[in-house]
């Protein structure tokens, strides 16, 4: 009361500290953000192993099939039934064709559950041979224990 | 300096700071939301073309590929491995199978390099098992050094039923 009365004071908070600790946290965030536009879906559970390390390079415009444990195929976001992918196949391979690239040059990244049938994941690759395609890439997570 | 001379105090210039930290507020809101943790992901890559089978024509460079067997259990699990007909217990057993028959030496032109693994795997075997598989003859960790085996893999044909 007796300050109040005295006129309004003037309270300066130091704002440096709290800025600080903002832009850092940001940094932080920026890192770990992760930009790269791999398909990656929580339905998915992959096995692990301790010899899939990440690829050194950046797979040129992969085409990734992920196949569920219920043995079907999300492809582009959409849930298509294995025997049905070679239709989406077709179409890719009619694009990179436009784009002069050869079917056989493109790398196919099977995302497999690990509950799902290896028939099925044999499948996915025999329906992409049959297409052309022959590069394949079996993604596993990262297991770096023991 | 006519007016510091004129004056002959410091002037305090005060800046604004709220639209700053608004944007830096939002900015780090942004980042938080968007955040997605996820698990270091890698490869097994097989260069499968569909011909290769055919097109295997014999020659004395060639080595003659190893035969994976992986049968499944009834409920899609592992119930036994044979490399080339013999039965082996465990993939640490498949493993040292694997260097005792191509030898640790994974160099150009090595015994590893050459030889091809084919799989051959139940239709209803859980694929976690394969991976295993994949893993244990494509090499190994060892003082945290990965030290590779076999390159070339492959799988038999999908057999339904």
Do not use: H, W
């Amino acid at each position: 009361m007796a300050k109040r009365s005295g006129g309004p004071s003037n309270t300066e908070i130091d704002m440096t500290p709290m800025i600080d600790m903002t832009f850092q946290l940001i940094t932080f965030f920026m890192f770990v953000m992760n930009f790269s536009e791999a398909e990656q879906d929580d339905r998915i559970q992959l096995p692990s192993s301790q010899l899939a390390k990440p690829a050194d390079g950046v797979i040129e415009k992969p085409i990734t099939l992920q196949l569920t444990n219920a043995g079907s195929v999300i492809y582009a976001g959409e849930l298509v039934a294995v025997r049905d992918i070679g239709a989406y196949l077709e179409r890719e391979k009619t694009l990179m064709i436009d784009e002069n690239r050869e079917p056989n040059s493109a790398t196919i990244i099977v995302r497999a559950d690990g509950r799902a049938k290896t028939g099925e994941v044999q499948d996915i690759i025999r329906i992409c041979q049959e297409k052309g395609f022959e590069r394949f890439a079996l993604r596993a997570q990262y297991d770096d224990r023991r | 300096m006519a007016r510091r001379s004129s004056s002959g105090l410091t002037d305090k210039v005060e800046i604004n700071m709220t639209p700053m930290i608004d944007v830096v507020f939002q900015l780090m809101s942004f980042f938080m939301c968007t955040l997605k943790v996820v698990a270091p992901e890698g490869d097994f890559d097989i260069r499968m073309p569909i011909a290769a089978a055919a097109a295997a024509a014999p020659d004395d460079q060639q080595v003659p590929p190893v035969r994976v067997k992986l049968s499944a259990g009834p409920d899609g699990s592992l119930a036994s491995i044979a490399m080339n007909g013999t039965p082996v217990a465990d993939f640490d057993e498949l493993r040292k199978r694997i260097i005792g028959l191509v030898g640790a030496d994974s160099g150009p032109n090595s015994l590893a390099e050459k030889t091809e693994v084919e799989f051959d795997a139940d239709y209803a075997l859980k694929y976690v098992n394969v991976v295993k598989a994949i893993t244990a003859v494509s090499g190994k960790v060892e003082n945290g050094q990965v030290v590779e085996l076999i390159r070339k893999i492959k799988f038999t044909p999908p057999k339904k039923g």
